[in-house]
């Protein structure tokens, strides 16, 4: 799930390896990634960058963030990508929203 504002089934290699990686570690009922690089290529800090994946906008949902607070699910995903926030080239920007199903349950029936 990528895009620019929606999510969806493609996305370039950095999109794919943060799928399979949060895929195989969280086993996440949902999974939302939204590529919003685009909304950042004006920012002084990616001048000359080439990359167009280094903003990205997740929305995980898995039993493994039970008993967990937000900071912990939060260092949680950012250790597991932390060698793609580390490379050059790589994730610049990541925004997380972690939910536990009962708590997205939860969300979609307060909406």
Do not use: C, W
Request: proline content about 4%; overall charge neutral; hydrophobic content about 30%.
């Amino acid at each position: 799930m990528s895009g620019s504002g929606s999510p969806a089934e493609s996305g370039g290699p950095i999109e794919r390896v943060i799928r399979e990686k949060i895929t195989n570690k969280f086993v996440p009922t949902r999974l939302e990634i939204y590529n919003d690089s685009h909304l950042h290529r004006h920012h002084k800090a990616m001048a000359g960058s080439t990359s167009a994946e280094t903003h990205f906008r997740l929305v995980i949902t898995s039993g493994e963030f039970r008993d967990k607070t937000q900071i912990k699910r939060h260092r949680l995903v950012n250790e597991l990508l932390k060698e793609d926030l580390a490379r050059e080239g790589g994730i610049h920007a990541l925004q997380l929203r972690t939910m536990t199903p009962e708590e997205d349950e939860k969300r979609s029936s307060e909406n």
